[in-house]
Each structure stands twice: as structure tokens, then as C-alpha cells.
Nanobody, 117 residues
Framework: QVQLVESGGGLVQPGGSLRLSCAAS????????MSWYRQAPGNERELVAL????????DYGDSVKGRFTIARDNGKNTLYLQMSSLKPEDTAVYYC??????????WGKGTLVTVSS
């Protein structure tokens, strides 16, 4: 079965950095575009970043452009999100997502990132 397991969240000070990971299994990771989303309390889930199956193309939400970098290691079936210059408004639960052929979407359970002094 499809599994997505996020890790790497935690408490970080404003201006700090954090790297999230998403370990994938149960599908052909190297053939699947992947994405990161986040959801802050009281807010809707929003797209943070997406990456093509080869990693050759990426795109970002406006609020994180220039600060976050999405990457993947197809040999390790792992998706990453490098976050820098973190702000309190980046505080959220971060999820990775895959949509497989046929349109079924799968989400991980998320990892909490808290940006606070």
C-alpha cells in the first residue's frame, strides 16, 4: 500500500533553517511527481512546492519562493523540503502528497514545524 512518512519537523527560531523528508513506498516513486503542502491552524491546506518525477522542474507558492527548495532522491524514494529564512507565518503542519495514475491522491500524516523565539 502507498505510504508517505514525513519527518524533520520541530521548533526553530525565526531566520533559522530546517529540512523535511518524506519517505515513500508502495508505488513507483521515480515515475511520480510529488508535492509539499502545509496547513496552519484555522487555515486551508496550501501548496508549498512541487517537483516533476525527474526533479528537473520545480515550482513554489509565492509565500516561500526564494526561501524553500524542493528536491528528491529517486534512489532513496525520498522527497525533501529545505526551508531557510523561516518566519513565524511558516508555522504549520507540512504534508507530502502524491497523485497516482487514475487520480487517486495520497497524503502523509504530516510533520509539525513551529517557528518561534
Amino acid at each position: 500500500q502507498v505510504q508517505l512518512v514525513e519527518s524533520g519537523g520541530g521548533l526553530v527560531q525565526p531566520g533559522g533553517s530546517l529540512r523535511l523528508s518524506c519517505a515513500a513506498s508502495g508505488f513507483t516513486f521515480s515515475r511520480s511527481p510529488m508535492s509539499w503542502y502545509r496547513q496552519a491552524p484555522g487555515n486551508e491546506r496550501e501548496l508549498v512546492a512541487l517537483i516533476t518525477k525527474s526533479g528537473g522542474s520545480t515550482d513554489y507558492g509565492d509565500s516561500v519562493k526564494g526561501r524553500f527548495t524542493i528536491a528528491r532522491d529517486n534512489g532513496k524514494n525520498t522527497l525533501y523540503l529545505q526551508m531557510s529564512s523561516l518566519k513565524p507565518e511558516d508555522t504549520a503542519v507540512y504534508y507530502c502528497k502524491v497523485v497516482l495514475p487514475g487520480g487517486m491522491a495520497y497524503w502523509g500524516k504530516g510533520t509539525l514545524v513551529t517557528v518561534s523565539s
